[in-house]
């Protein structure tokens, strides 16, 4: 990770001033949401790392870019992807898949915008399995939005001086807090009711 980062900092210094970072970055995070394999987290720390002060611009870019990407994304699997998935999956597989993705699809979509875990397979999968829109792209966002935003955050407030302890803790740092979005979802959903009847929502 601090190779991969170090060098895409390097490349970054010719441009992290320009309107094309910003381009560069929302181009990035859009087609990672389809199929790009390179997360648009690396670049947007080379950026930060440069310039601190465009890191929370630079992160509203990125959910931008990412959840344009996740609606194309999931559009392109929703009238492509049905023609295409047969000749791979046997039919009777599938109807289980579909059941599940309909039941708890949006704390998967949810999860996987805000995890290490590959966002785009998701993205297809709601497509493919025609998940409710509107709840795929305000899953997406939350879970987009907290991802990016936060590390934003983090590197407008300590520049350069967090670069080494986020790309040699990039993983790590990123499981654990997911643990923390996950537990704190299933808290939620087991508890929604009485945190809701206390506060007299309900």
């Known amino acids: 990770m601090l190779n991969l980062l170090t060098n895409l900092t390097t490349w970054v210094e010719g441009f992290y001033n320009s309107p094309y970072a910003a381009l560069v970055l929302g181009i990035n995070a859009l087609i990672e949401a389809i199929f790009f394999p390179i997360i648009p987290d690396v670049l947007l720390i080379s950026i930060s790392i440069l310039k601190p002060s465009s890191a929370i611009w ?30 791979f999956i046997n039919k009777k597989y599938l109807e289980p898949a579909y059941n599940l993705f309909q039941k708890y699809g949006i704390w998967v979509i949810l999860i996987a915008a805000f995890t290490p875990i590959p966002f785009k397979l998701f ?61 704190t979802i299933i808290i939620w959903i087991k508890l929604r009711y009485k945190i809701l009847g206390f506060f007299n929502i309900t």
Do not use: C, P
Not at 135 to 149: E, L, V
Not at 165 to 174: A, K, M, V
């Open 123 to 183: 993205v297809l999968a709601a497509g493919f399995f025609q998940y409710n829109f509107k709840q795929f792209i305000i899953a997406s966002i939350i879970g987009r939005s907290i991802r990016f935003i936060s590390l934003g955050l983090m590197l407008y407030f300590a520049g350069d001086s967090i670069r080494s302890f986020i790309s040699n803790r990039f993983e790590i740092l990123t499981v654990t807090f997911s643990i923390i979005f996950i537990v």
């Open 58 to 87: 630079m992160a509203l870019v990125t959910v931008i870019g990412s959840i344009i990407g996740a609606a194309i994304g999931y559009h392109i699997s929703k009238f492509i992807g049905i023609r295409l998935i047969h000749h």
